[in-house]
């Protein structure tokens, strides 16, 4: 298996197999007879190296907050024929930060969600069909209650698998060896009972292959989301630039504004919607660009009116300094049919490419010779906008990544 790059988000989802279940070998084909297109029952399912062929009947969800970035996923993975059911697991439950910038619980009825077990309740929902089960951890023991409930599964001989991202590799200096020593203890403690690792993108394949796992136990993965496109919306005719992003050094703000100054001279005006620490720093600094006319700061708004921004805009920009794991806002750009110019310091980078905008190195002159490049061309042709947001529907979906975690499962057990 390749773990250099993330192929998956650039072709179509592979197809789909026989589905295993356990003492009967290969069952026959079944046809999806619903009219729903979103599956057609024929999947291998992985046998995670038990002595017969069987099919996960039940799938549990690790978090220790809550990521509304896995929520789409679960939600699909409900309706696939290999799964019965679906449980999330929140260890610490009720951060105030997420749930304003948009997290919401499962809407599907058929999650079981659990907020804070204790620990006899976590040793019960890990006793549980533990042989039929496969138990996916938000990274390595981020908490307590996730190390015990980790350590449970490794007892009762349950499937375990990491969705995680890159640990911040460029960021941190001298830190990063810290950081990097304390994950490769992690693996030569628990390195041998986890079965499968879902990295984000290219970046967290690098990660855990520096970490000293083996690549055939990585997959490349990414987070999916369900956003419906909008309709059109009324277009400006000056290209409208946008970032959306908490104001931390590491999301780079400081480099796009650089870089806006760089190309004064092309039409262009900029939204950044930001909260947080470096806020006051950035817009003194658009100031002294001269760039108050032109560079508008707003607060984190309700995620549909941040579509909308979206579905505007010419040009989404993610310009991180440091690693950052993914960054789902590219995902959401793209939904939108919005090009996005990031850097190699985005996890979501994987899925930049084929006029979907530019990947570039995190430096100023770098930025502004890519932000010349777009805005040369004016606002986004409704042509342009409509065949990037249809690529983004098919593959960045929950359907898309029930899909891929499934094929995941099979080419890592």
């Excluded at 520096?210 to 690549?215: I, K, M, S």
Aim: net charge positive; charged share 20%.
């Amino acid at each position: 298996m390749k773990s250099s790059v993330c192929p998956y988000l650039y072709s179509s989802p592979p197809q789909k197999s026989t589905l295993l279940t356990k003492g009967s070998g290969i069952r026959k084909k079944s046809e999806n007879t619903s009219g729903d297109k979103k599956f057609d029952s024929r999947h291998i399912f992985a046998t995670f190296g038990y002595d017969k062929p069987m099919s996960t009947q039940r799938m549990v969800f690790w978090q220790a907050t809550k990521s509304r970035h896995q929520i789409a996923v679960l939600e699909s993975l409900v309706q696939h024929p290999a799964v019965d059911s679906v449980e999330l697991v929140v260890t610490q439950p009720g951060e105030i930060e997420r749930r304003e910038m948009g997290w919401q619980p499962p809407k599907s009825a058929q999650i079981t969600v659990h907020y804070g077990p204790n620990q006899a309740e976590v040793d019960l929902l890990v006793q549980k069909y533990s042989l039929k089960t496969v138990h996916i951890f938000s990274g390595i023991a981020s908490d307590q209650l996730m190390r015990l409930a980790m350590e449970a599964c490794f007892r009762h001989g349950a499937c375990v698998g990491i969705m995680a991202e890159a640990s911040n590799w460029h960021g941190f200096g001298p830190k990063r060896y810290l950081r990097l020593a304390k994950h490769v203890l992690l693996r030569i403690r628990y390195g041998r009972s986890i079965r499968f690792i879902l990295a984000m993108g290219d970046l967290g394949v690098q990660w855990y292959r520096r970490v000293g796992y083996d690549a055939q136990r990585i997959f490349p993965f990414g987070y999916f989301v369900d956003v419906p496109t909008l309709p059109a919306v009324p277009r400006q005719t000056v290209p409208q630039v946008l970032f959306v992003g908490r104001a931390l050094d590491y999301k780079g703000a400081d480099l796009l504004l650089q870089a806006l100054a760089q190309v004064r001279d092309v039409a262009w005006s900029a939204t950044l919607i930001t909260e947080g620490e470096c806020r006051g720093a950035w817009e003194a600094l658009a100031l002294r660009l001269g760039l108050k006319d032109r560079v508008t700061f707003t607060n984190f708004e309700a995620p549909s009116a941040i579509a909308i921004r979206m579905a505007a805009a010419d040009l989404f920009v993610l310009p991180n300094k440091a690693d950052e794991g993914w960054g789902v806002v590219v995902n959401e750009a793209l939904l939108q049919g919005t090009p996005v110019l990031c850097t190699t310091r985005t996890g979501a980078k994987d899925l930049i490419a084929d006029g979907r905008g530019a990947v570039v190195e995190p430096t100023t002159h770098a930025l502004a010779a890519a932000l010349r490049h777009q805005l040369h061309k004016g606002p986004l042709q409704e042509g342009t906008r409509r065949r990037i947001a249809s690529w983004a529907q098919e593959h960045l979906s929950g359907t898309a990544g029930a899909e891929r975690l499934i094929t995941a499962i099979h080419q890592t057990g």
